[in-house]
């Protein structure tokens, strides 16, 4: 399995902007889109959106207008640009790997996003 690295998270105010990182092994990063999810305390993970190996993007719906993924094929690295976050946007962030099926069986650690004033 490969390994996929997520960064950027931290503490910010509504209305506040974060740009998440997520760094993955070449074998998945060449191979696979790519999704953010999230876990929010005491609820189940959830996709916010995911990006193709050619950079077509899509969006939940609480995430479009104020989320942007994108990818640096070169970097082997992928990032979620974060805007207007609301307290609802408290959680752990991952970005495993998608197949037809949904996320590949291997997930990082996650990096905590807090939204809050």
């Known amino acids: 399995q490969g390994q996929l690295v997520e960064s950027g998270g931290g503490l910010v105010q509504p209305g506040g902007s974060l740009r998440l990182s997520c760094l993955a092994s070449?074998?998945?990063?060449?191979?696979?889109?790519m999704g953010w999810y999230r876990q929010a305390p005491g609820k189940q993970r959830d996709l916010v959106a995911y990006?193709?190996?050619?950079?077509?993007?899509n969006y939940v719906d609480s995430a479009k207008g104020r989320f942007t993924i994108s990818r640096d094929n070169a970097k082997n690295t992928m990032y979620q640009q974060m805007n207007s976050l609301s307290p609802e946007g408290t959680a752990v962030y991952y970005c495993?790997?998608?197949?037809?099926?949904?996320?590949?069986?291997?997930w990082g650690t996650g990096t905590q996003v807090t939204v809050t004033m």
């Open positions: 495993p790997a998608l197949d037809g099926c949904g996320p590949l069986a291997s």
């Open positions: 070449e074998s998945i990063f060449t191979f696979y889109y």
């Open positions: 990006i193709a190996t050619n950079g077509t993007t």
